[in-house]
């Protein structure tokens, strides 16, 4: 997974684009230093072929994130 996208919103938010696929769900997590991560969104369903999520953020100067997938069981 890549993410296209990333922009500022207001606050401390900030929304991600990433390609997607049919029947998965995905989980967002954001680190500051690449060694500590937080879930910032779990559960997501794709929206395929685009997910857009906005989440929020620490106030540190530096975010990094990783966003995970996995197939649905039907």
Known sequence: ???EALSAAAGDR???NW???SNAVYTIR????LISW???ATDLPATA???TQTVTVS???VHFFR???GRLDR
């Open 14 to 16: 900030v929304v991600l």
């Open 1 to 3: 997974l890549a993410i």
């Open 67 to 69: 966003i995970t997938g």
């Open 59 to 61: 106030e540190a100067a």
């Open 19 to 21: 390609q997607s696929s």
């Open 49 to 51: 072929p685009l997910n």
């Open 38 to 40: 937080t879930e910032l």
């Open 30 to 33: 954001g680190s500051s230093n």
